[in-house]
């Protein structure tokens, strides 16, 4: 076993190969990968196949003197599932938070794409009349729709009742992690952080919506070009409600959101219309998130529909930031409006 880097996000990952004969009813990590653990460590892991399937773990401090930790509590059943072969290579990369993106490569060295547990044969005629027993097999890859996790699994919080982990096992936290790999799919949630602009609520952000929007706040800012930025100046200035924000952001001139925490438990985040209609921001496929433990676990990766970023509870998870906190995201903009980078900066309240 070792422990490697993904060249994409930088997350920590470690390896295994699978022994039957060695291989108990726990799943020992690395001595080594105890420094990308998270203090406090949380009580439940997630580990989840490329292909969507999910399992819910326990980890676990395994008795001793040397600190070692187990995934517990669900090891035997994704051998099971996976109808794992010995020899096979199985690779686990986390998040930084609780998530483990888990592969399985076979004896051929290829990646696994779908459980063989969750192949659908398919009978295939010969001309030359040989046996029945010559069929192919298409794989059917089921992707499995999730809600995020709950916050409250850490040690050190006790807020909440057991009782919302039930069902879990059928759920993945939704964090849209690009792995190291070509193959690797990115995974989506129709749910939405909304964002709150201090004196107006956009929750629906629907086309209506911002054009009585836009009729309300078009004589707050001077008509012409966008990027000219003696009206960027202009508009900074008659923002009533940006400027005690402001002293947080890494240029002064760059856009900016508040993330309402209030609805921190939504998995994606939906950028607020108006601020990308004012400044005209537009956005490529993909785009870096830079949050305060980028030194520790690196930059992530997200993917935009629309106005929407996928997966960014990830952020807010991996932070433990609370609802008294305050979350800004600075939208670090190019000379044509184009973002390619969103600094997260997390104020403790």
């Not at 696994?112 to 969750?118: D, K």
């Not at 192949?119 to 010969?126: G, H, I, Q």
């Not at 996790?149 to 919080?157: K, V």
Request: glycine share 6%; hydrophobic share 30%.
């Amino acid at each position: 076993m070792d422990k490697e880097y993904s060249s994409d996000d930088c997350l920590p990952k470690f390896f295994k190969v699978y022994l039957p004969d060695d291989s108990g009813a726990d799943l020992d990590i690395p001595i080594s990968f105890n420094s990308c653990l998270p203090k406090p460590l949380p009580k439940n892991v997630i580990v989840r196949s490329i292909y969507g399937k999910v399992w819910k773990l326990k980890l676990s401090k395994c008795s001793g003197d040397i600190e070692k930790y187990a995934m517990v509590d669900g090891w035997k059943r994704i051998v099971k599932d996976e109808d794992l072969k010995g020899g096979e290579f199985l690779t686990f990369e986390f998040d930084g938070s609780r998530l483990f993106n888990f592969c399985v490569y076979g004896h051929t060295t290829c990646k696994r794409l779908a459980s063989s547990v969750r192949s659908k044969p398919a009978e295939v005629e010969s001309d030359g009349g040989e046996d029945e027993d010559e069929k192919s097999s298409v794989e059917i890859i089921a992707i499995d729709s999730d809600d995020d996790e709950d916050d409250d699994d850490y040690d050190d919080d006790g807020d909440e009742d057991d009782d919302e982990d039930s069902g879990d096992e059928e759920k993945c936290s939704e964090d849209v992690i690009v792995l190291s790999d070509d193959d690797d799919q990115d995974r989506s949630s129709e749910d939405i952080i909304v964002l709150n602009d201090d004196d107006e609520e956009d929750d629906d952000y629907a086309d209506g919506d911002e054009e009585e929007e836009e009729e309300e706040d078009e004589d707050d800012y001077a008509d012409g070009d966008q990027d000219d930025e003696a009206e960027i100046k202009e508009k900074v200035s008659k923002k009533s409600d940006g400027g005690d924000e402001r002293q947080y952001l890494d240029n002064y001139m760059n856009p900016f959101f508040k993330v309402n925490l209030n609805r921190q438990r939504k998995i994606d985040l939906c950028m607020q219309a108006k601020v990308i209609r004012d400044y005209g921001l537009h956005f490529p496929e993909f785009i870096n998130l830079i949050d305060p433990l980028e030194k520790t676990f690196g930059k992530l990766r997200r993917k935009v529909e629309g106005h929407t970023i996928k997966g960014f509870q990830s952020v807010i998870r991996r932070n433990k930031v609370k609802s008294t906190d305050k979350m800004i995201c600075e939208l670090k903009t190019e000379m044509n409006g184009l973002v390619r980078e969103i600094k997260v900066h997390v104020i403790s309240g």
